[in-house]
């Protein structure tokens, strides 16, 4: 039973000490994708400071994401493929509940498009750094 | 008073500022926005709300048992309303619901269905408005039968309350509305301050001002005058994110109940009493006045933290697990519920001069020592 009263089924034939590591891993991915975030910050602003709060500006957003694209249902559920909502519904990870009704690999999805992503991204933002001035 | 001008002017920096608006959005966005939107949240609450209306209008903003007679009369009223159009509808006849008993009680599905489609689907206002007069009337009559709970006092004062002839009209999610929306404001407005005060200090110290304040006399006066400034800047913030969220709740028209007593019978829930007799207007009042001086407390200290931590991560690391107890532990007592039965009377009282003694001696503390500090 999850927090909503919902009756979770696991997606996969899995042992608990099984879905204990996968579920392990799947933080572990996230805190990837939030360090690379965190670097393309970084690299674009140079003051640490403002680098934390935006930091927490981007992740309120990307919480906000569904709701904001609430008027289409597509984009809806392509909003769900970030870091943020993965972490938010941990106790969904592996389980067929949530976004994973319609996405049986989620998280692999989730890992490889952020990740994709944010390593383009964070490339670009290295190239910015190299050509900033001191 | 030119000091303190140039040090205004270095705190208000654009890109701080910018940052904190777009921060300010997004929290209101998350947590607050749902406060306006969704209030009154369902039929249940907007027609509560609407009886309660119709209440204080006509018997002012307490009720007693005569008074509740009359009520009494006007529900037997709307329910022969009701059984007229009861009466009228085929499909109900056909049913055998003929009274508005018969409506609230048929256990056979088919009167289920109609009940459920006329309270659901159709909405009819007057099935839901008899729901709510009804449980109002009854929370009046009964109030004797509640068990009392908690300490001895707790129950003495539960006693008090019940056993007044008036009872303030207050519906509990008016006041559980107002309190959400101050405690998420008040967080708000502590993270704001916290971001725009923080960096103050460790700027100067990264651009190496200090060696050039600090061997002179008037730069080692400059902390009082900086601490001034900070609380200029928190006043300034307070006011204006305090102005806006209550633009906003002036939306929510509330103020039918500003007059009415907060200890209300009408709010259901765990010991939902308050050691004080004030009104909600009063209690509106009482709280912005608490947000005032937490932001100050705040301001300050801040400050301190930011004149003694050598760089950004410091200060951040510092004021991190602050928040924290502010938030997760002492903010019952000090925004969101305070003087509540729950807890001592004595607690707010005490915490808020605890922390603003605390934060007032830091600040000395630091004041004495700025004459003869080493660079």
């Known amino acids: 039973m999850s927090e909503f009263n919902q009756f979770l089924i696991s997606a996969y034939p899995m042992s608990f000490i099984q879905y204990l590591l996968a579920v392990i891993g799947v933080i572990l991915g996230i805190q990837f994708l939030f360090v690379l975030l965190t670097f393309i910050i970084g690299t674009i602003f140079k003051n640490s400071y403002l680098v934390f709060v935006l930091f927490a500006i981007v992740f309120g957003s990307l919480v906000l994401l569904p709701e904001l694209s609430l008027s289409s249902g597509q984009l809806f559920i392509y909003s769900a493929f970030t870091p943020v909502y993965l972490l938010l519904n941990l106790d969904f990870s592996f389980m067929i509940a949530g976004i994973a009704n319609s996405f049986q690999y989620y998280e692999i999805l989730t890992f490889s498009i952020g990740g994709a992503g944010l390593t383009v991204l964070s490339r670009l933002g290295y190239r910015i750094f190299k050509a900033s001035d001191l | 008073m030119k000091v303190v001008l140039y040090e205004l002017r270095k705190i208000f920096d654009w890109k701080i500022i910018a940052t904190t608006m777009v921060f300010c959005f997004v929290f209101y966005f998350i947590f607050i926005r749902f406060e306006f939107r969704h209030y009154p949240n369902g039929p249940n609450q907007v027609f509560q709300q609407q009886v309660a209306l119709q209440m204080i209008e006509a018997y002012g903003v307490e009720i007693n048992a ?14 022969q309303r009701f059984n007229e159009y009861i009466g009228s509808r085929i499909d109900f006849q056909e049913a055998g619901i003929k009274t508005y008993e018969q409506y609230r009680t048929t256990e ?9 489609r006329l309270a659901h689907e159709e909405q009819l206002d007057l099935s839901w408005e008899l729901q709510e007069r009804a449980h109002l009337i009854e929370r009046y009559e009964t109030r004797e039968w509640w068990l009392l709970e908690g300490t001895e006092r707790q129950q003495e004062r539960q006693l008090e309350i019940w056993n007044r002839e008036e009872q303030a009209i207050l519906p509990g999610f008016v006041l559980e509305n107002y309190q959400q929306i101050i405690t998420y404001t008040a967080m708000m407005i502590i993270l704001s301050i916290v971001i725009v005060l923080a960096p103050v200090y460790i700027k100067e110290r990264k651009n190496h001002l200090f060696l050039l304040q600090y061997s002179t006399k008037l730069g080692r006066n400059l902390f009082y005058k900086k601490i001034l400034a900070s609380v200029l800047t928190a006043l300034m913030i307070i006011t ?7 633009f906003l709740y002036a939306g929510n028209q509330t103020s039918a109940f500003f007059a009415v007593e907060i200890n209300s019978i009408f709010i259901w829930g765990h010991l939902p009493f308050y050691w004080l007799n004030i009104t909600f ?14 932001g100050v407390m705040i301001a300050l200290l801040v400050m301190f933290f930011s004149r003694l931590a050598p760089n950004y991560l410091t200060v951040i690391g510092i004021q991190i697990p602050l928040i924290g107890v502010l938030f997760g532990w002492l903010f019952n007592y000090l925004v969101q519920t305070p003087f509540h039965i729950d807890f001592p009377i004595f607690i707010t009282p005490l915490l808020y001069g605890t922390c603003i003694s605390i934060c007032v001696a830091l600040i000395f503390f630091q004041g004495k020592k700025e004459q003869r500090v080493d660079i």
Do not use: C
């Not at chain 2, 005569?66 to 329910?79: D, G």
């Not at chain 2, 056979?108 to 459920?116: F, Y």
């Not at chain 2, 207007?281 to 937490?294: A, R, S």
């Open chain 2, 240 to 246: 204006l994110e305090l102005a806006v969220i209550f």
């Open chain 2, 281 to 294: 207007g009063q209690y509106i009042l009482l709280t912005i006045g608490f947000v005032y001086v937490l």
């Open chain 2, 66 to 79: 005569q008074e509740l007679e009359e009520l009494k009369e006007v529900q037997q009223r709307e329910i």
């Open chain 2, 108 to 116: 056979s599905e088919l009167g289920q269905q109609l009940s459920h």
